[in-house]
């Protein structure tokens, strides 16, 4: 349908990078939003979400297991606000100083990422709790839905995660 992407190159590579003022006096916390086709690069949001006042950056990394590769597809203007969204609640509750999240669509092989959350804060227990909030947000929330393709060829949606007929 409409503004739903999957393996339509060129539809699906879209980003956002905005301002954001924290409700508890970080102001400008910066926030990086994307959802693409395009393979996503740990060291890459690592420094997105660098800043002079934070102690602690912490990185999570979701990699295709066990199996020979997961599809996604995505409503990606709808994933992207729903994204953007979760990333600056978790900074204003969290009082982070940055915030980045990437989740790759289309065919994420096995051992690569296909989301990455990176969050920097003052200290550790910050940056954990607010990383840890973002992505099982993202992964509960976000209009994006995964299928795993098995080596024998068959494939089937993941539970709850079935996209919308």
Same mark, same amino acid.
Do not use: F, M, N, Q
């Given at each position: 349908g409409? !503004? #739903?992407a999957g393996g339509d190159a060129g539809t699906s590579d879209a !980003? &956002?990078?905005?301002? %954001?003022t924290g409700d508890r006096g970080l102001a400008q916390a910066p926030v990086h939003v994307r959802v693409t086709e395009q393979p996503l690069s740990l060291e890459e949001l690592s420094r997105v979400v660098g800043?002079? $006042?934070a102690g602690a950056i912490v990185v999570f990394q979701g990699v295709t297991r066990e199996i020979e590769r997961l599809e996604y597809e995505a409503y990606v203007a709808m994933a992207q606000e729903r994204i953007e969204t979760i990333v600056r609640e978790?900074?204003?509750? #969290?009082e982070l100083c940055s915030a980045a999240a990437e989740h790759r669509i289309g065919s994420v092989p096995l051992g690569e @990422? &296909?989301?990455i959350v990176a969050v920097s *804060? @003052? #200290?550790r227990e910050q940056a954990f709790a !607010?990383? $840890?909030e973002a992505i099982d947000r993202l992964k509960a929330e976000a209009p994006i839905w995964k299928r795993e393709h098995? %080596? *024998?060829g068959a494939a089937r949606w993941v539970d709850g995660t079935e996209p919308p007929l």
């Open positions: 409409a !503004g #739903h !980003g &956002s990078a905005v301002e %954001s800043d002079a $006042r978790c900074i204003a509750k #969290h @990422p &296909s989301v *804060a @003052p #200290h !607010g990383a $840890r098995l %080596s *024998a």
